[in-house]
């Protein structure tokens, strides 16, 4: 039974011996890995995406234009107060309420922080509170 064994391991050994050896870099040549096959993959569905939707914006590209939207929504605005034959714009009013700080109070223009003004028609009065500590009036 030995001698069995050890003639077919004889036979075995001489069949190796004569089959030709290939460096392994010319077999690997043409292999691909699992992560080039999956980058390939992942181009090639990338590609026939982007074919299928011409209309395809980048993140870029949305970005801005959410940004536009958001230009387009704002809506300019104009006050004009109208009484006794006077006509006052919210510009006119601030523009009188400035010329208090600087003049009449002698403050800087740069220390003016915040304005608020309140109209009394009936009056003929604006009332104001700047820098929300400072309060007065002027006449219209």
Request: glycine share 4%; with cysteine; charged share 35%.
């Amino acid at each position: 039974m030995k001698e069995k064994v050890m003639k077919k391991t004889a036979e075995a050994v001489t069949k190796t011996s004569q089959v030709e050896t290939v460096p392994v870099a010319e077999k690997t040549a043409g292999v691909k890995t699992v992560e080039e096959k999956t980058e390939v993959k992942t181009a090639e569905k990338t590609a026939k995406a982007v074919k299928k939707t011409p209309g395809r914006r980048s993140a870029a590209a949305k970005e801005s234009s959410a940004k536009g939207r958001t230009k387009k929504a704002e809506v300019k605005t104009s006050i004009t107060l109208q009484f006794y034959g006077k006509s006052y714009t919210e510009e006119d009013l601030l523009k009188i309420a400035k010329d208090v700080w600087k003049f009449d109070l002698k403050k800087k223009a740069g220390e003016l922080e915040s304005v608020e003004l309140y109209v009394k028609p009936e009056e003929n009065t604006c009332y104001y509170v700047m820098n929300k500590d400072i309060g007065g009036s002027f006449s219209l």
